[in-house]
């Protein structure tokens, strides 16, 4: 964890949800922590990370729950490490993850996790019965910024969200991005993400000693180790997000601009979870996202501007993304014209 690193105010208040009716005690778990208790007035202000890893453990034992009193149950401690010591007995991750959920269902009574594969895509859905809407909408993020930071520990890399749906609405924050994916969206159906599922065939690559270095290190584990706004893969994503396609260096030519040997820039990358070849997959699935989302550009100018040389070769990689068309896609975020950009582009696939 770097001392740069921050995350949005808005996590500390799904943190210090369970202590609302006790004012003078968030105030002072916050001041033990190093928050600034105004902060909490903003949303999107940021903590420091290091403030934040010490309120999530200062929580716990404020409240004997490690999952911060979202739950009508809640987990006691020790529950985590128990679960994590069973999960990295598993061979790979799609059992992990079964396992793990499982596992939380056995202490948690208002959020049940279910993975479901289809085909090429995972899904982790959830169903919430909590009645109390604050709690309910924590205790969907905090649940599965767990599942997939798990996913992400135990593999042992970073594990890219293609899609995620969440019921409840709230304001954007910077941190989304880099804990959800660009194709986010609140006020959805059900709570849900998205992923390839190849990853689940990783094997898990932790162990008993590694579980003991994570478990002293949780916080900075699940919400920063493998979401780092200042590393290297971070970099990367930035300096291709902002070129366009056709401007994109080669992998030596990147590693040139950073002062790095090919070899040395791939093992950084490593080290952070993923590969240059998967950071340029994810920006051109982000931009692709946004441009359908909140630009008029029609389907060829997008799949040119993403390096496509033919429309249909955008359309056929994007229903490989989503399972559905770039147009079907579009109408659902866009109105007026969005049925006639429909049409456009099914025609060209379909």
Known sequence: MREKDSVAAYFVQA??????????????????????????????????????????????????????????????????????????????????????????????????????????????????????????????????VLMISLLCWLGGRRIPIDRADFRHERLSLSDD??????????????????????YLRLPVVQDLASLKVFLRTAPQWLVIRFRNQHGLASQVHQRLRNSHYSAWPTLQAFALEQHLSPSTFRRKLEREGCSYQEIKDEVRRGVAFEQLRES??????????????????????????TGESPGRYRARFQSGEANFLTEASDSLGD
Request: glycine share 6%.
């Open 177 to 198: 991005r880099l804990l959800w994916g660009p194709n986010l969206t609140f006020g959805a159906e059900r709570t849900e993400i998205e992923f390839a599922s190849h």
């Open 15 to 144: 943190m210090i949800h369970g202590l609302r009716d006790d004012p003078q005690r968030v105030r002072s778990v916050l001041e033990q922590a190093g928050v600034d208790p105004a902060v909490m007035q903003q949303p999107s202000a940021r903590v420091p990370a290091s403030a934040f890893a010490a309120l999530w453990l200062i929580q716990i034992r404020e409240l004997n729950d490690e999952f911060f009193g979202l739950d009508s149950h809640g987990m006691p401690p020790g529950a985590f490490a128990l679960i994590c010591r069973a999960l990295i007995q598993e061979p790979d991750l799609h059992k992990a993850m079964r396992q793990c959920l499982a596992n939380f269902a056995l202490f948690l009574r208002d959020f049940r996790g279910t993975l479901t594969v289809r085909g090429k895509r995972a899904v982790i859905s959830l169903d919430t019965q909590s009645h109390d809407d604050d709690a309910s909408r924590f205790g969907e993020e905090t649940f599965l």
């Open 296 to 321: 008029r550009a029609s389907i060829s100018d997008i799949a040119e501007q993403l390096g496509f040389q033919e429309p249909s070769a955008f359309h056929r990689a994007f229903k490989k993304w």
